[in-house]
């Protein structure tokens, strides 16, 4: 157990394992939870939405954790998929879209140079990404977004947009959980940047995501806690200047 507050404004050394008693020193605009031990303050939502989104999957394993820990939690989310990704495993995008979640285009191979290699070559990239995406899921889904690779946002990649009448999904709120920094620097980071309107981006694809999952755990049973609702992200069309702007 930790000691008296005078000591709890210096970081004890060999945190792992530390128990966690909430000590009521946090402000009341503030829940505090414990994730493995370490005490974790979540900002209270008092109602506000904010919305969870994924990216690069279908992945085998993690794409499923991820819609389990979602409908639990009855938490529906945007699915960002990689086309080519999408088309070799079509029973994890129909697994998506019957959970209530939403489709979104994240290009046909995640080429992250695309914008060096000219307006057809992205147009290739946009559009194959999506027929991929629109065939894998059930007939008559609507994919109406699309979510650049890496968040370049060049004019080739807005066109291409444009020509399929897609959305930007931007996001406000990225843990970088796809560099692996361990699922408690996950929610840390995820927690410091909620705010009303937040979109958090966590990845469910492109390698190992146990640590997105373990942390999309705790995340859920702490945002709805602290008062947040997280909900689908909302459209913003292309023409509205800030839709498209650098993340
Ligand atoms: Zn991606």
């Known amino acids: 157990?930790?000691?008296?507050?005078?000591a709890a404004r210096s970081p004890t050394p060999g945190e792992t394992g530390r128990p966690g008693p909430a000590h009521p020193s946090a402000s009341p605009d503030v829940w505090v939870g414990h994730f493995h031990g370490h005490r974790v303050e979540v900002p209270r939502g008092h109602g506000a939405t904010m919305s969870f989104t994924f990216d690069d999957g279908p992945w085998p394993g993690s794409t499923s954790q991820v819609l389990a820990l979602l409908a639990q939690h009855h938490v529906h989310a945007v699915f960002c998929l990689i086309g080519d990704q999408a088309q070799a495993r079509p029973s994890l995008v129909r697994q998506e879209v019957a959970g209530g979640h939403e489709l979104c285009d994240h290009s046909r191979d995640h080429d992250l140079l695309m914008g060096r290699k000219g307006q057809a070559y992205v147009d290739a990239e946009v559009s194959t990404g999506l027929a991929e995406v629109r065939g894998a899921a059930p007939k008559g889904t609507k994919v109406t977004f699309y979510r650049q690779p890496g968040g370049t946002w060049d004019p080739h990649v807005v066109r291409a947009m444009d020509d399929h009448d897609l959305d930007p999904l931007r996001w406000s709120d990225d843990p970088?959980?796809?560099?692996?920094?361990?699922?408690?620097?996950?929610?840390?980071?995820?927690?410091?940047?909620?705010?009303?309107?937040?979109?958090?981006l966590m990845h469910d694809g492109g390698g190992d995501r146990s640590e997105s999952v373990e942390a999309l755990r705790f995340l859920l049973d702490a945002v709805?806690?602290?008062?947040?609702?997280?909900?689908?992200?909302?459209?913003v069309h292309l023409s509205d200047k800030a839709a498209a702007k650098p993340q």
Not at 1 to 6: E, R, T
Not at 186 to 199: E, F, S, T
Not at 225 to 235: D, E, I, R
Request: aromatic share 4%; proline share 12%.
């Open 1 to 6: 157990m930790q000691g008296p507050s005078s």
């Open 176 to 200: 970088r959980d796809w560099s692996r920094p361990g699922s408690l620097t996950i929610v840390r980071r995820v927690v410091a940047k909620l705010h009303p309107g937040a979109v958090v």
């Open 224 to 235: 709805t806690a602290a008062g947040w609702v997280p909900v689908l992200a909302p459209h």
